[in-house]
């Protein structure tokens, strides 16, 4: 105990000689404090922020505010609330508390020693509170954000006077798809600061990514990897989320630094390309023995594999994938081989709008005409397009899209038009075909093309103009084959008009434009909906019907998110029904669908105080009984622990509900 005091002693030392240095004589204290907290400091004097206790404390939002924030973050708070429990298990009674933000750097929740957190509510380090470094200063929350790292701030290299009674150890929170979602914190009193803090809050976020990344690809197969056989099923551990027929859906982090790749020539890319070995020899070879594992060779470096989750069947394993997939977004499922593939005549359920625009898409079929789908966000325009394709002459070549919303700047020119090996740093040595070269003989799809920045505009018309791709590094022209259909929600003409769109590239693309209809003005709703529930439950075996009241609930209600909201609502519906139920009636549809609509079309009613499903997870994001858990979960909260009340907002009876709530 005197080491330690003793060490924590030279410690205060140097940093009151630090702030000294920098805050009285505006000098830099190199190698008195931690770079990491020198930089923040800056920051913070860039901010505008006093380094004072004078600086006001911003109070904690409302607690409705907070519950709207507590939604929005559901998935993270479902897997980081177990994780922050067994933490504090580990550090209970030591006068500390452990905390969940969200990427803003919210206190989204808080658990910790009842002493500790009436100090820490006299400095708002409470749920609801925010901690963004330009906020309150260097803190491990907002500054482990800032620098997505973990990071130690103890005492006084809070920028602010008043948080130097703390001791904050913090590390970010990745979500599977490579964004920063959140950071976990370990705070507490700055005499009481255990060294070994760090390291447990680093292995606790660690924890949470895992599980976020196999909760959002529980229905993948989940490549699990590691130069080290004992590090299979740790937090350690490369994890990638694969499609049946070979597509990389996902790589977390760890997976990015032990092959040695960036993410973006990972996803969207077919196994092949990204671990050297074949998907369906690897399925076949560890089918029998699921705890098993195997060696394969990457960039000549020896991993060790294991293959978890949802493997194909046989008959899907048996494929040999030597050709890149069409390249398909990330959350998409592949069509079985039960499964009709979706053409035109599909699309047809009996809207007259809908009938026009597939009427005038398939006059254009074989021909070397450029497509434009207009029409809301949700609204089906990459169903049309893949629909468009399939029912043409180029239907068993590829089918390519890229999101031009969804990419990051930087990122579209290299998605879009490959690059050279060694092009930039972090570039793959063999280099990497862009989709236009993946579309060749086929297809591209350019979802949201209104949000491609100028620049990039310029060079896809060249390409439409010469038909060749000059890839990035390179200065080789590629022949192009392509057929091209774009989409976008944005008005092209009034983006033309303010500049932020090119002109003769607008009319280089309008070659024929479809504009499809609003799910509110369609007159197939019906349809549609039996359509969708048969899709949701072939798997299921018992097709589930619909009461009158459901329908025309349904039919009534302006669905602002479209078809990808109906679907939704699907969904849920379907997994709050009990394993021998068959009819979806009002109670299982969320409240707001019988709400009156305000004004327009397309305006509903202020959302209810509860709605347990509207944070529900998209296609793809997780199994039917995980939805209806988390909708479970929700309304337990909102009713405030009250079964009876959950069960009532939900329709259903106490022992469902008990039922839904034990599933996982």
């Known amino acids: 105990m005197g080491q330690m005091q003793l060490v924590a002693e030279v410690h205060g030392e140097r940093l009151q000689q630090a702030r000294q240095l920098f805050f009285d004589r505006g000098l830099v204290p190199e190698g008195l404090v931690d770079p990491l907290i020198i930089r923040s400091w800056e920051r913070c004097r860039r901010f505008g922020l006093g ?8 109070s904690p939002m409302d607690r409705v505010a907070l519950k709207t924030e507590q939604e929005r973050n559901l998935c993270l708070l479902i897997q980081g609330r177990p994780i922050m429990e067994h933490v504090f298990e580990q550090i209970r009674d030591s006068g500390s508390m452990v905390i969940l933000a969200d990427a803003n750097g919210l206190l989204l929740e808080t658990v910790g020693d009842a002493d500790f957190v009436s100090r820490a509510d006299r400095v708002a380090l409470s749920a609801g509170a925010s901690w963004d470094e330009n906020v309150v200063g ?8 800032l620098e997505e790292t973990p990071v130690s701030v103890l005492g006084s290299e809070h920028f602010l006077e008043h948080n130097g009674f703390l001791t904050c150890c913090a590390s970010p929170i990745f979500g599977p798809d490579g964004r920063l979602i959140g950071v976990l914190d370990i ?15 680093r292995l606790s976020s660690a924890i949470v990514e895992k599980r976020l990344f196999e909760a959002v690809h529980a229905r993948d197969i989940l490549v699990c990897f590691h130069p080290r056989a004992d590090y299979l099923g740790s937090p350690k551990e490369g994890l990638a989320a694969v499609t049946p027929d070979g597509q990389v859906l996902a790589i977390n982090r760890n997976g990015t630094e032990i092959l040695g790749i960036r993410q973006v020539d990972a996803v969207r890319r077919d196994f092949s390309m990204v671990f050297e070995s074949n998907l369906s020899a690897l399925v076949d070879r560890l089918r029998h023995n699921p705890q098993g594992s195997c060696e394969i060779h990457v960039n000549g470096k020896a991993i060790h594999l294991q293959l978890r989750g949802q493997l194909p069947p046989l008959a899907v394993a048996g494929r040999v994938f030597d050709e890149i997939p069409a390249a398909r977004p990330a959350a998409r499922r592949p069509e079985s081989a039960g499964t009709p593939k979706l053409t035109l005549d599909t699309l047809n359920t ?149 500049g932020t769109f090119r002109e003769d590239l607008y009319y280089r693309l309008n070659g ?30 018992n097709p589930v019907r619909f009461s009158e009241g459901a329908l025309q609930a349904m039919e009534h209600y302006a669905w602002p998110g479209n078809i990808r909201q109906l679907f939704n609502v699907i969904r849920v519906a379907i997994a709050l029904l009990d394993d021998a139920e068959t009819l979806i009636t009002e109670t299982h549809l969320p409240e707001e669908l019988f709400e009156a609509p305000l004004g327009g079309a397309g ?62």
């Not at 380094?51 to 911003?58: R, S």
């Not at 700055?190 to 390291?199: F, M, V």
């Not at 209806?628 to 022992?655: C, D, F, P, T």
């Open 51 to 58: 380094d004072t206790g004078l600086t006001p404390v911003l």
């Open 138 to 145: 260097t803190n491990a929350v907002g500054t482990a954000l």
């Open 187 to 201: 705070s507490g009193d700055y005499r009481s600061h255990q060294r070994h803090t760090l390291g447990l809050v």
């Open 350 to 498: 009996g809207d007259g709008r809908l009938q026009a625009a597939i009427d005038r898409a398939r006059r254009m079929l074989g021909r070397d005409i450029p497509i434009l789908i207009q029409g809301e966000s949700g609204a089906g325009k990459e169903m049309f397009a893949k629909a468009f394709h399939n029912s043409g002459p180029r239907r068993d070549s590829a089918f390519v899209a890229l999101n031009c919303a969804s990419i990051p700047e930087t990122l579209i020119e290299s998605e879009l038009f490959g690059y050279q090996g060694g092009a930039f740093t972090g570039a793959r040595k063999e280099g990497a075909p862009g989709k236009i070269q993946q579309a060749h003989g086929g297809t591209l799809f350019l979802d949201e093309i209104g949000d491609m920045p100028l620049n990039l505009q310029a060079r896809l018309l060249r390409v439409l103009q010469e038909r060749c791709v000059t890839p990035l590094g390179s200065t080789r022209a590629i022949q192009v084959d392509i057929s091209l259909v774009c989409a976008t929600h944005r008005k092209l003409r009034e983006e033309v008009a303010r």
């Open 512 to 541: 024929m434009s479809v504009t499809l209809p609003a799910l509110r003005e369609r007159t197939d709703i019906r349809t549609l909906v039996s359509k969708l529930a048969a899709a949701e439950t072939a798997s299921r075996g």
């Open 603 to 664: 305006s509903t009613a202020s959302a209810p105080a509860f709605d347990p499903w509207a944070a529900a997870p998209l296609e793809g994001a997780s199994s039917l009984d995980a939805i209806s858990r988390q909708a479970a979960l929700r309304a337990l909260e909102a009713a405030g622990g009250n079964i009876s009340s959950a069960a009532r907002q939900l329709g259903i009876s106490r022992n469902t509900l008990y039922r839904k709530l034990g599933r996982m």
